[in-house]
């Protein structure tokens, strides 16, 4: 079974103080990791995938395949990084995807 | 393009009653999901469609049915609704390509409350 585990539900941070959200997986095979953002009062949005390796609104990630970890990380967290933040795993076919709990980042002036 | 559109957005249900949760794309997506997300819970897979004509069970399938007669449509019926189905319903779509792709495009989210 594909677990996503988020341990902390909730951040807070100064502005620009690093961040970093944690993420763990659990798959046997190998996994698609995602990180899904989800504004306030605004639809959950894809942020980054592993598989670009890309830096989207500066934050990263990167999968540590022996950790098993897709950690986001931004160097310096802005007030409008504010959201709740959710890791999620596609395992295998039909792109289902599993969610981990979420974290709710709260950057504060 | 409106992207995924869900109605209504918010609604209160009575115990035992059923209703209808709507959802449709108009990106010509093949795959459609339904999740439910509850607080400190992220969302759950309910049901999930891979075509017209073809749906298969989620994570948390129970009181719920769906159909999917269209590419555009994916309705999600609550039977005898109950308090534990209290939660925010996500419609989500994707239309599958090569590794990497397969972002999920959300709809605003169905806000019930079963009283």
């Known amino acids: 079974a594909q677990r996503v585990t988020q341990p902390e539900k909730l951040l807070s941070v100064f502005k620009g103080a690093p961040v970093e959200l944690k993420c763990n997986y659990s798959y046997s095979g190998s996994p698609e990791l995602f990180w899904y953002v989800q504004y306030s009062r605004q639809r959950l949005q894809l942020l980054l995938r592993h598989i670009s390796r890309e830096s989207i609104k500066g934050f990263t990630a990167d999968l540590n395949k022996g950790e098993t970890s897709f950690h986001l990380k931004k160097p310096f967290a802005q007030e409008e990084d504010s959201a709740m933040y959710y890791c999620?795993?596609?395992?295998?076919?039909?792109?289902?995807?599993?969610f981990g709990k979420g974290t709710l980042l709260t950057v504060n002036p | 393009n409106a992207g995924v559109t869900q109605t209504p957005k918010f609604h209160i249900l009575k115990i035992g009653q059923s209703m209808t949760l709507q959802c449709t794309q108009d990106?010509?997506?093949?795959?459609m999901y339904w999740y439910r997300q509850d607080p400190g819970m992220g969302l759950k897979l309910i049901y999930y469609?891979?075509?017209?004509?073809?749906?298969d069970k989620g994570e948390v399938p129970n009181g719920y049915n769906v159909s999917r007669s269209t590419t555009e449509d994916f309705p999600l019926r609550l039977e005898l609704a109950a308090p534990s189905q209290t939660s925010v319903y996500f419609c989500a779509s994707v239309q599958p390509g090569g590794l990497g792709t397969g972002e999920l495009f959300f709809g605003e989210g169905s806000r019930l409350t079963v009283l």
């Open positions: 999620a795993l596609s395992g295998g076919s039909n792109y289902k995807l599993t």
């Open positions: 990106m010509n997506h093949n795959y």
């Open positions: 469609s891979v075509g017209a004509g073809i749906t």
